[in-house]
């Protein structure tokens, strides 16, 4: 995928909280818990979209056979 002004690699809170469909405050959450891995540019977050997307991939809920 090429990046572009449009498609940037750095995403911040608002950009990542729109590709995830929440708010702000709960990227910002995750982010300072921890669970979600970011980027410090200066005093700015930045999530790294490859990081967003692995997270995604990582936190899908895994159903097998005996699932409820």
């Known amino acids: 995928m090429r990046r ?3 498609n940037p690699r750095l995403l911040d809170c ?7 469909s929440v708010s ?7 982010v300072w818990s921890g669970t979600l ?3 410090m540019v200066g ?3 930045r999530l ?8 995604i991939e990582s936190s ?3 159903f097998g056979v005996n699932a409820v």
């Open 4 to 6: 572009t002004e449009s």
């Open 14 to 20: 608002k950009q990542a909280a729109q590709m995830l």
């Open 24 to 30: 702000t405050f709960t990227i910002r959450r995750l």
């Open 37 to 39: 891995p970011h980027v």
């Open 43 to 45: 005093r700015l977050v």
């Open 48 to 55: 790294d979209l490859h990081d967003l997307e692995a997270w």
């Open 60 to 62: 899908k809920a895994k």
